[in-house]
């Protein structure tokens, strides 16, 4: 069985920055993407970051140059520094995993696995 467990999650003002954890258990780490989605209600999820087992990285156009993703195969850990927050980062975000390889890393659809999530607010 895998379980995500994401931590870090927590409220700061504009310019802020937050470090989320997404810790993995169970026989999963080595995979071929993890990533971390956001929702806000009402919406969908979004794609906002992925790291495939190569450490090569995809990011939302919203988020490039603020966000960076991480992760510790010794500590079986995923990371999502947040750095320059801005209020409409405000979502609860996601860890997921994936043991395919996909061509749409930031794709929901792609992923098998989920965390329960964390919530990050940013106030202007």
């Known amino acids: 069985q895998v379980q995500l467990v994401e931590s870090g999650g927590g409220s700061v003002q504009a310019g802020g920055s937050l470090r989320l954890s997404c810790a993995v258990f169970?026989?999963?780490?080595?995979?071929?993407?993890m990533a971390w989605f956001r929702q806000v209600p009402g919406k969908e999820r979004e794609g906002v970051a992925a790291i495939d087992n190569d450490g090569r990285t995809s990011y939302a156009d919203s988020v490039k140059g603020r966000f960076t993703i991480s992760k510790d195969s010794a500590k079986g850990t995923l990371y999502l520094q947040m750095n320059s927050l801005k209020p409409e980062d405000t979502a609860m975000y996601y860890c997921a995993a994936s043991p395919y390889f996909t061509r749409a890393p930031l794709d929901t659809t792609e992923y098998h696995y989920w965390g329960r999530g964390t919530q990050v607010t940013v106030s202007s």
């Open positions: 169970g026989h999963l780490y080595s995979t071929d993407y």
